[in-house]
C-alpha cells in the first residue's frame, strides 16, 4: 500500500494501483499549478502520462472532482438561464423563396421538392 495527497493508493498483487477518485482529482489539480507539467506529476508518483491525462479529461466532463490547491487555476463556470426564448418551430415561415438575381418565386412549404427543383432550373 502507498499513500499519495494523504490518501492510500492499494497495490494488487499483480501490481496494478487502485487509485481512489480523492488521489486521482488531487493529481489533476498538481497538474494545473503553472509551470507543473502531466509528465512530471506522472514520472513522480510512477504512472504513465496518458493515464494522468485521462483524469484530466474526467475532470473536465465534471466526472472527477478536483480540492481546492493551492497554485492551481481554475476557470470559473456560470450556469444561468437563456435570456432570449428558444424560437417555436410552429412560428417559423410556411414558405420557400427561390432567388436567382431579381426574381423571387415564394413557394407554399407544402410544395413537392421535384417541383421545386423544376422551377429553380427554369431560372
Same mark, same amino acid.
Given at each position: ?18 487509485w481512489?477518485?480523492?488521489v @486521482? ?36 466532463e465534471? @466526472? ?16 444561468? @438561464? ?11 415561415? @410556411?414558405?420557400?423563396d427561390v ?25
Open positions: 500500500m502507498e499513500s499519495i495527497a494523504g490518501h492510500e493508493v492499494l497495490v494488487g498483487s499483480d501490481g496494478n494501483r487502485r481512489p477518485d480523492a @486521482k482529482g488531487h493529481l489533476v489539480a498538481e497538474t494545473l499549478v503553472l509551470g507543473v507539467t502531466v509528465n512530471e506529476v506522472a514520472r513522480r508518483v510512477g504512472m504513465r502520462p496518458n493515464h494522468l491525462s485521462e483524469w484530466r479529461r474526467q475532470a473536465r465534471g @466526472k472527477l472532482i478536483l480540492p481546492d490547491l493551492s497554485g492551481a487555476a481554475y476557470v470559473p463556470v456560470e450556469v444561468s @438561464k437563456p435570456t432570449a426564448p428558444v424560437e417555436d418551430s410552429s412560428a417559423r415561415s @410556411k414558405t420557400v432567388i436567382e438575381g431579381d426574381v423571387t418565386i415564394r413557394l407554399d412549404a407544402d410544395t413537392a421538392a421535384v417541383r421545386i427543383a423544376e422551377i429553380a432550373a427554369a431560372l
